[in-house]
Each structure stands twice: as structure tokens, then as C-alpha cells.
């Protein structure tokens, strides 16, 4: 070959190994920007969780003074105002324009309240009784210009409905029954029940129930699904009826709600009427709710809230546990029970404040002074999250204790969300554990006897077939696991248990006799000794099996699972670690055992061939050398096989109950990042809170499996360094 010749195929490869080296650095290049910018995407939808509440004024006008009672639509667009006189003034909240008035009745009104349990019903108190009070807001539409025209009706006609002399009162609705809780004379119960209450028919046919209570009370109000009744008075003392039965109503507690020589300042109910908010004079907002323990009902003081000056107004949220606070200072503060967090606090520069009140959404405020009002914008996306919610226990309404739970989302409206990170990151792991506790033994034996001591022909079957397993769709085994192990793992529970304790020692004992056979067998059966004990290890787990049922009546009394809980405290469920462990454990297996195995195999002859001509035995050369040599091979396998068990969806979701538990029970199944985000992410609203907070639970697994792989890559850079001159 002419020197021409040479010298254009020497600048041909300079040009293919330049051009290879941009190429596998662009490709580099982008998997690392790929990852980072699923990390900020991830990012960016998360960090709106813990961004700080904002209040804004909005406007400013003239408005009645000292209404009975105000309120705002649905769509924080319109105000109501209920006058003394019995007028209902609706009014813009953009410019205070007034939009409609309507007279209600022609009595002056001593009175008005909301109706619990319907959207815009109100009941209006007069020397004659009480008056109901529809509110309606129909939209219409003229061409493309939207048109709201707010008016009232009369759900049970006009009619005053003549209830007698009352000191306080509260009415909850259902659908076809009334219930008016009031107290006469301070130490009177009164209870009437209209079971058939239709709208367009008067109010008839009220069963009332009249109780003389102990104590004197100032103030009534309904417990949730209006069964409880909250008897209150001046100074601080609580009684809680159960009023199932209206005309024998129980008393489940009875107590103070703040120390002696304390009394509230306002006291106001959250949503579901679980939970009574008690501002007083300490500067202090104490949420308390009813709970059951092992001595019966009490009122427990979960968490307060300290603020710089008096508490003046408390104002609840119509569809959260939030709530505001006005002070004495004339400063809002947004607070939520849950997270236990002050979003916001703002001057409303108010001078006088006769009330407020907040948009049913919670995104406007509404506040009355003398003949001023004023509107403010509420920015308050997601204050039910901090990370005291995400990550610690929480005192949830009605738990004895606090605990981590996660529950996001019920059928009841005044369902309390539980967002807590920790049973899914515990449960994510615990999956992963129990997966490489049954992939790691036998995924690293198998390739330490594959490529150490399995003949060539065996070898050339045995790896490519275990390597294919890698490629079954983890939906199947997920399916197996669920429909099939699960059931039979219950049936044969002992059999289980039995066949693992056997195994080992039949294996042992298989080698020893082994051993004992003519020397010429034992040569010629070199290499293939893995496909001889098949049969034997069949045998064993069907021996296993079949001594299952007698060791369970012998050793359990014929039920082991009834033993595990009465004598360890142990329940069982179906379908449970265990069951993920094997099924995991399956899919787990080909990738570890195919890097390690691949990782051994790749041993330098010449190491093996040296130690053996020294003198050592095939064992240990194995141990002080092969696997020395391989071991980041074989420590990389590891990782790799748990960053797949930690991100494993379908296998999860398929073979446990899915349930959010926080217990190391082998027999007790529990809830991963993963599979929570394939059941509940398509059923999140998008850009709300369940929604963020199901991609931070996506960014913590994202996180886990960084740290898993970085971890996995340092130690196996120190392992070569330190065993790659062998």
C-alpha cells in the first residue's frame, strides 16, 4: 500500500473518531439535559405549594350600615346585604352598584342566619316567627353579554313560621326534613323536626321536643349531619348533645373550652361542623374537636394559632378548614387548620369594622364599616400544604392522635385531604426491600455459579433464557401475582414458610452426598450439577407443600393466620409484601443477575489461572479474586435492580391492597409513590392541590433514584479504582 494510500485511510479514521466522539458526547450531552429538564418541570409544577398567600385591595363604596347580615355569590361577583328592615340589597362588588333590592317581609327583623345544609338559603327571625328565604342568581345571556339578575323566593311561602320567644337559634336543612335548634330562657332546649318539607308547601306537622337543661347557654349550633348540637356559653363552657333522637337528647360531654378566668372572644365552626375555632383574650385561635376514646367523648384542643393582637372576627371557609382572623389591629390573617400555617397577614386599613364575611370559593372578602365597605382579591391557592402536613404527623379531626396518613379525597364535602408523603415514601421503600430480599440471593448465586461454574453448553441456554425474562410486560406478573400467588400464598401459608426453611438445608444435604459419590461421576457430571438438583429442589417444594396442612393444625392449631394476630399481633392481608416481594423479586432478577453475571464472566483468565497455580482452591479464587474484581460490576447490578423495584408501578398496584400504612408486616400490604400516581394523577384536577402534590410525590421518587444511581456510580468508581489493578 502506497504511503497516499495510508495517509488517507489514517485521516478517514481521525475523521470517523472525531465525528463519533461529538456524536457520543451530543448523545451524552442530551440525557443529561433531558433529565434535568424533567427535574425543573417537575420543579416548576411543585414550588406553587409553598408560595405565601396574598391580599389585595380591590374596591372601595358606600354601603348600608350595619347590615344583619351580608354574604357573596358563587362567582365572588355580587354582594348581599339582609337590612334590618327585611331588605335583601344586591349590590356589584366592582363599584358597590346596586343590582336589585327586594323586601322580604314587613316586619322589622330582630335576626338572620344561613341555613346549614343548602347553598343560598337564609331564615330571617321576626316578632312573629321565622321567615325562609331563598336566593337566586340566574344567568342569562344577550348575544355575548352575560347577564346576572339575583332574586328571592319563598321556599315555604311567605308565612312567618311561629316557633314562639327564642334567645338563639340554628336551622339545618336536608332534603325533605327541617331541624330548628333554639335555646328559651337560657336553659330550655328546644327541637322541631319537619320531616316532610317540601318547597312550594308551608311548613306543617313539626314535632317539638323541649329539654331543660343544668346549665344556662347563650348560643347553639349544629355538629356535623346535624346529629350533635354545641351548647355554648359566655364563658367558654361547652355541652354536646346527641340529638338522634330529638326527644331524648344525650348528653357525650360536658367541659371548658379555655381555663378559668378566660372567656371567648368568638367562636366559630369549620366546615362539617367537626371543629370549633375559640379565639380569646391571649392572642390565641384553638381549634378543638370532638373525639372517641377508651373513657367515651371529649373535646380535645388539636392545635392553636398565636397572633399579635386580639382576635376581634373569626370568618370559616365555606369549602376548606381554613379560616381568617381579624385582630383588633385591623389586620387579616389567612390561616388552615391542617398544615397548621398562617398564609398571609395584611392591614385591611379599615378604620371601623361592623363585620366581614368570605366569598364561598374564599377568594374575595367582603368587609363592613360604618357606611363604607370594602372588597379585597384573595390569592390562597394551596394552603393546606407545608411540610410539617407533607412529612409529620398530623392531628387530624376526629383521630385519637396524630398520625401520617394519606387519604385524598371522600365522598363528604367536608372531607379533611390528607397529603402526607411519608406512608408512600415508607411503603416505596419497604416494596423495594422486600423485592431485593428475595432478587439479591438469588440473582447474584445464579450469576457467580453461571459464569464460575456452569459448563460452557449449560451456560449458552441458561443465560440468554433468564435474560429474556427481563422483556415480560411487569402487567403479567402483576396479574399473576394478584390473581394467582396471592390466593395460593393464604391457602398454603405454612407450606410456604415450610418450603423456605427446607430448601436450604435439602441443597446442603443434596452437596454432601454429592460428594460422597465415585470421584468419576462427579467429573463427568462437572458444570451441569444446577440441572441435576432440579428435580430435587421439585421435590422438596412439593414435600413443603403437602406437610403444610399438618404442620399448620400441629404447630397452629389449624389456622395460622388466626395464631399470627392473637399470639404476635400480626393481621394478614391477601394480598401483601410478601406477595410483591416474590412477584417484584421475579422482575427484579434478569437485571441483576445479567450485569453481574456479565461483571464475573468478564474476570481475566489469567487472574483465575494464577491464583489456581499458586495454590489456591477454585473457592478461594472465587472469593479473593473474582468477586473482588467484579465487585463494581456486581455493586452496580444491585443498584440498578433497586432503582427498578423503587420505580415498579403495575406489579405494586396489582399485588397489594394499595392501602397507605406505615408497618413492616411482611403479611400487611402498603401504597408506593408510583402506583399512587398511576391510580389518582388522570383523576387529579390540573394545577390544584392533590394535583402538585402528586408531582412533588413524583419528585421525591425522582429524587430517590438520582440519589440511588449516584450512590451506585461513586461506590463502584472506588471499587475499580481500588480492584482494578488485580
Given at each position: ?13 481521525r475523521?470517523?473518531?472525531a465525528l ?26 411543585v ?21 344583619l ?24 362588588l ?34 312573629s ?13 344577550d ?23 327564642l334567645d ?46 343544668e ?9 356535623p ?37 378566660q ?49 376581634r ?12 382572623v381579624?385582630?383588633?389591629?385591623g ?15 395584611t ?6 369594622l361592623d ?22 382579591d384573595?390569592?390562597?391557592e ?33 372531607f ?76 398454603n ?9 427446607l430448601?436450604?438445608?435439602a ?37 413443603g ?29 391477601q ?25 464475573i ?73 408510583s402506583?399512587?400516581?398511576?391510580v ?47
Amino acid at each position: 500500500m502506497s504511503k497516499h494510500a495510508i495517509g488517507r485511510l489514517r485521516a478517514r479514521r481521525r475523521i470517523v473518531n472525531a465525528l463519533t466522539t461529538h456524536v457520543v458526547g451530543l448523545g451524552g450531552a442530551a440525557v443529561i439535559g433531558a433529565i434535568a429538564l424533567i427535574f425543573f418541570y417537575l420543579l416548576w409544577v411543585v414550588v406553587p405549594l409553598f408560595q405565601p398567600a396574598s391580599v389585595a385591595p380591590a374596591a372601595t363604596f358606600e354601603g348600608t350600615q350595619a347590615p344583619l347580615l351580608a354574604d357573596i355569590d358563587e362567582n365572588s361577583e355580587i354582594g348581599l346585604q339582609i337590612t334590618a328592615d327585611g331588605r335583601f340589597r344586591f349590590f356589584s362588588l366592582a363599584d358597590g352598584a346596586t343590582m336589585a333590592s327586594f323586601e322580604s317581609t314587613s316586619e322589622p327583623v330582630i335576626g338572620a342566619a344561613r341555613v346549614l345544609g343548602s347553598n343560598n338559603q337564609f331564615v330571617l327571625r321576626t316578632a312573629s316567627g321565622l321567615v325562609f328565604v331563598d336566593v337566586r342568581y340566574p344567568v342569562s345571556f344577550d348575544g355575548e353579554v352575560r347577564r346576572v339578575s339575583p332574586t328571592i323566593d319563598f321556599p315555604f311561602e311567605d308565612q312567618p313560621l311561629s316557633v314562639g320567644d327564642l334567645d338563639g337559634f340554628e336551622v339545618h336543612r336536608t332534603d325533605s326534613r327541617v331541624t330548628l335548634a333554639a335555646l328559651r330562657n337560657g336553659n330550655e332546649l328546644v327541637l322541631t323536626r319537619y320531616d316532610d318539607a317540601e318547597p312550594g308547601f308551608p311548613l306543617e306537622f313539626g314535632r317539638t321536643h323541649s329539654t331543660v337543661l343544668e346549665n344556662r347557654y347563650e348560643r347553639v349550633l349544629f355538629g356535623p349531619r346535624g346529629d350533635w348540637l354545641y351548647l355554648l356559653d359566655k364563658n367558654g363552657t361547652i355541652e354536646v348533645l346527641d340529638i338522634v333522637v330529638p326527644a331524648a337528647p344525650q348528653a357525650v360531654f360536658r367541659g371548658r373550652l379555655l381555663p378559668e378566668r378566660q372567656r371567648p372572644i368568638a367562636i366559630e365552626p369549620l366546615i362539617g361542623r367537626y371543629s370549633l375555632m375559640v379565639a380569646d383574650s391571649r392572642n390565641r385561635v384553638t381549634q378543638w374537636f370532638l373525639l372517641r376514646d377508651e373513657f367515651g367523648y371529649r373535646m380535645a384542643a388539636a392545635r392553636h394559632f398565636d397572633f399579635d393582637a386580639r382576635p376581634r372576627q373569626l370568618l370559616a371557609e365555606s369549602r376548606r378548614k381554613g379560616f381568617a382572623v381579624i385582630d383588633e389591629a385591623g389586620q387579616l390573617h389567612l390561616a388552615y387548620t391542617t398544615s397548621h400555617r398562617v398564609t398571609a397577614t395584611t392591614a385591611l386599613g379599615v378604620t371601623e369594622l361592623d363585620g366581614a364575611v368570605l366569598s364561598p370559593r374564599g377568594d374575595r372578602l367582603l368587609v363592613t364599616g360604618g357606611d363604607r365597605m370594602a372588597v379585597f382579591d384573595i390569592h390562597n391557592e394551596h394552603p393546606d400544604v407545608s411540610v410539617t402536613a407533607l412529612w409529620s404527623k398530623v392531628w387530624y379531626e376526629g383521630y385519637p392522635e396524630p398520625v401520617w396518613s394519606w387519604q385524598s379525597s371522600a365522598a363528604d364535602n367536608a372531607f379533611e385531604p390528607k397529603f402526607s408523603q411519608t406512608p408512600l415514601a415508607f411503603g416505596t421503600l419497604k416494596a423495594a426491600f422486600y423485592a431485593m430480599l428475595v432478587a439479591m440471593p438469588i440473582a447474584i448465586m445464579g450469576a457467580i455459579y453461571t459464569a464460575y461454574f456452569m459448563a460452557p453448553a449449560m451456560r449458552r441456554w441458561v443465560k440468554p433464557g433468564i435474560e429474556i425474562m427481563a422483556a415480560l410486560p411487569t402487567v403479567i406478573l402483576g396479574f399473576l401475582a394478584g390473581l394467582w400467588l396471592a390466593p395460593l400464598l393464604e391457602a398454603n401459608l405454612v407450606g410456604v414458610v415450610s418450603t423456605v426453611l427446607l430448601l436450604p438445608l435439602a441443597i446442603l444435604l443434596f452437596a454432601r452426598l454429592w460428594q460422597l459419590l465415585p470421584g468419576r461421576v462427579t467429573q463427568a457430571a462437572a458444570g451441569w450439577q444446577g440441572a441435576i438438583i432440579v428435580p430435587v429442589l421439585a421435590l422438596i417444594v412439593w414435600a413443603g407443600f403437602a406437610a403444610g396442612p399438618s404442620l399448620e393444625l400441629m404447630l397452629f392449631g389449624g389456622d395460622a393466620k388466626a395464631w399470627l394476630l392473637s399470639e404476635l399481633g400480626l393481621e394478614y392481608d391477601q394480598r401483601n409484601a410478601l406477595v410483591v416481594g416474590i412477584a417484584m423479586g421475579l422482575a427484579v432478577i434478569p437485571t441483576i443477575f445479567s450485569i453481574a453475571e456479565d461483571a464475573i464472566y468478564g474476570v481475566p483468565r489469567h487472574l483465575i489461572n494464577g491464583s489456581l497455580a499458586l495454590g489456591a482452591t477454585w473457592w478461594q479464587t472465587l472469593v479473593r479474586v473474582v468477586l473482588l474484581t467484579a465487585s463494581p460490576g456486581i455493586f452496580s447490578a444491585v443498584m440498578i435492580g433497586m432503582g427498578r423495584a423503587v420505580g415498579e408501578t403495575m406489579i405494586v398496584l396489582m399485588a397489594t391492597g394499595n392501602t397507605a400504612v406505615m408497618d413492616l408486616n411482611i403479611f400487611q400490604g402498603m401504597r408506593t409513590f408510583s402506583a399512587n400516581l398511576a391510580v389518582e394523577l388522570p383523576e387529579s384536577e390540573v394545577g390544584g392541590t392533590h394535583y402538585r402534590v402528586l408531582f412533588l410525590a413524583a419528585l421525591v421518587l425522582f429524587m430517590i433514584t438520582f440519589a440511588f444511581n449516584t450512590i451506585a456510580e461513586l461506590v463502584r468508581q472506588r471499587l475499580r479504582t481500588r480492584y482494578g489493578s488485580l
